[in-house]
């Protein structure tokens, strides 16, 4: 175990706290789940952690807007704890609705550190909440990529479809800040077809980062699926390989993406 320790936001309608604290674990991090009024007054500080993870669910019930009511509440009370943060040699992680909140906090994709809005996660082009596993691919080799051929993993949002400028695309596509898109099961291009791209998300966008890199905004949830069982199609998988003679793994190749993490602070 590492000695740096991550801080898992939590809050109300946030919902994945466990499976991410369970996953920094495996991957040789030690973590502290915060609730987010502890932070405000002070009982905890962010300057204690070295990686501050936004965990998924459903802040607030989004009532507000997907991810609004928790930034709001970021921006006009840790700003400046948020800021000086960013400022040391540590990493932020938003997944689902910490993506959106990431996003509203104008921390992705922060072109010259700048905490503009450039980016939104808007509803779904089917409307409806999407539940399913998705394939997704590393669009650049970065800190967050290191080593992944691909991710299989579970989405559950209502407001997940990657929207933006072309300005802002043509911008993070230059800049290599597209970290994961969606894929089709061969890693060939989703090219937006439904199920594929899950929510109508633009170029298939999955996940991005900030300028400097140092902040990823995730859609699907890794976490989920950090075992080998938890996969869709786990019973094929354990078939085929016992055919072939090889033992079945304990863990998903979802690990690697969190490995990666604590390998960047060792």
């Not at 987010?36 to 998924?56: H, Q, S």
């Not at 540590?90 to 921390?107: S, Y």
């Not at 997704?136 to 967050?144: S, T, V």
């Amino acid at each position: 175990m590492i000695p740096e320790r991550a801080l898992i936001m939590s809050g109300y309608g946030i919902n994945s706290e466990m499976e991410t604290q369970e996953v920094l674990a495996r991957a040789g991090m030690g973590s502290e789940i915060v609730h987010i009024n502890d932070l405000i007054e002070g009982r905890k500080r962010m300057a204690d952690y070295r990686l501050i993870v936004f965990p998924g669910g459903f802040s607030y019930g989004d009532d507000t807007g997907a991810g609004n009511a928790y930034a709001n509440r970021v921006r006009n009370n840790l700003r400046e704890d948020l800021d000086a943060f960013l400022e040391g040699d540590n990493l932020v992680l938003g997944i689902c609705n910490g993506f959106q909140i990431l996003a509203n906090l104008g921390l992705v994709p922060a072109f010259s550190r700048k905490h503009s809005r450039d980016i939104a996660l808007m509803p779904n082009t089917k409307g409806v909440l999407e539940c399913r596993f998705v394939t997704l691919r590393p669009a650049a080799e970065n800190l967050w990529t290191k080593g992944i051929e691909r991710i299989c993993c579970p989405v559950s949002h209502g407001e997940g479809n990657f929207s933006c400028s072309e300005e802002t695309l043509k911008r993070l596509e230059k800049n290599r800040q597209v970290a994961f898109t969606y894929t089709r099961d061969d890693l060939s291009p989703a090219h937006g077809e439904y199920p594929f791209n899950p929510n109508g998300s633009l170029a298939d966008i999955a996940g991005i980062t900030s300028e400097d890199g140092k902040v990823l905004g995730l859609m699907p949830h890794p976490e989920r699926a950090m075992e080998f069982v938890n996969l869709y199609d786990w019973p094929l998988r354990k078939e085929v390989l016992r055919r072939q003679g090889r033992d079945l793994p304990s863990e998903s190749l979802n690990m690697a993406f969190f490995t990666n993490i604590v390998d960047y602070f060792r």
